[in-house]
């Protein structure tokens, strides 16, 4: 069966709801043809359902699963009012054309009478957010191990918008020899260019303009690197964080890095590194928002 012709035979499946891993394992049991992954937080907005359309183009069925992942959250985090809105969700994957969603809870997926495992990459992961929310990365890579675990499935689509966890993944599923394509999302935006973000909708109208501030530091990066071909990195990260302080950001990062490596640059060269990674980071009142956008590279709106 192609793509194409599995999208079509969706258009009269219904989307099947599963709880257990053992639920979802039978589920994928009986799935025929190439099968993408979209692992979600829930709280899904039209970036979710990119990363959805994007994948039935490139598999026969799109499994998501919506999971609020409390070993990614340390002390003091946001894990409880992170937004929840399963029953929304599942609703929205099923108009996008998921073939499945899996809603398990923290119990099913971490068993509690059975250790733990933490999976470490700490070339990638000490630095930025690694040092912002420490043990971040060991949840996030764990969750996505035994997701990948229950559903084997060819293509796993992860957003450029969490740049620094979409290279720490890559780098799990390599060194551990895992057997899955990285579908990179583009980052999907307001139109006044605020990423979309689950935690955009905790900001009031005031709030939301000052958010605004992320991104337009990213575009002062763009205008300084590829217009005036500046190439001092200390120079763009100033003019990156002035910007976010206008905007009453409190703010946590704003820098300039190796697109692979994420690297600290000691100068500024988009042609010899295929591009140079800015990245921002900070809170607008008690919402933490992150956002980043390549230069020198290709083209982003």
Do not use: W
């Not at 020899?177 to 973000?197: C, F, K, Q, W, Y």
């Amino acid at each position: 069966m192609t793509a194409t012709t599995g999208q079509h035979a969706r258009q009269d499946m219904q989307t099947v709801v599963t709880r257990t891993v053992g639920q979802a394992r039978e589920h994928r049991a009986g799935l025929q043809g190439k099968v993408a992954l979209v692992p979600t937080m829930g709280a899904l907005h039209d970036g979710h359902t990119e990363h959805i359309r994007i994948c039935r183009g490139l598999a026969d069925h799109v499994l998501v699963s919506v999971f609020v992942n409390p070993t990614q959250f340390g002390p003091g985090e946001d894990f409880q009012k992170y937004p929840r809105s399963q029953e929304v969700d599942i609703k929205k994957c099923a108009q996008a054309g998921a073939a499945g969603v899996f809603t398990p809870s923290v119990d099913e997926l971490y068993p509690p009478t059975k250790p733990g495992v933490d999976i470490e990459v700490p070339s990638l992961s000490a630095d930025l957010e690694g040092q912002q929310r420490p043990g971040h990365f060991q949840g996030v890579c764990r969750v996505v191990a035994k997701l990948l675990n229950i559903f084997h499935p060819d293509f796993l689509s992860l957003g450029q918008k969490d740049y620094q966890q979409l290279r720490v993944i890559e780098a799990m599923l390599a060194d551990l020899m895992m057997h899955v394509r990285v579908v990179e999302i583009p980052t999907v935006r307001e139109p006044d260019g605020l990423a979309m973000s689950s935690r955009n909708r905790s900001l009031d109208a005031e709030q939301r303009q000052r958010a605004l501030g992320l991104s337009k530091a990213l575009r002062q990066a763009r205008s300084l690197v590829e217009e005036e071909g500046e190439t001092d990195p200390q120079a763009v990260e100033q003019a990156m964080c002035s910007v976010m302080q206008a905007h009453q950001i409190d703010v946590d990062y704003a820098v300039l890095r190796h697109p692979k490596t994420l690297g600290e640059l000691t100068c500024v060269e988009p042609t010899l590194t295929g591009g140079v990674i800015a990245l921002t980071a900070g809170r607008v009142g008690t919402v933490r928002l992150i956002d980043n956008m390549r230069l020198g590279g290709p083209a982003e709106k």
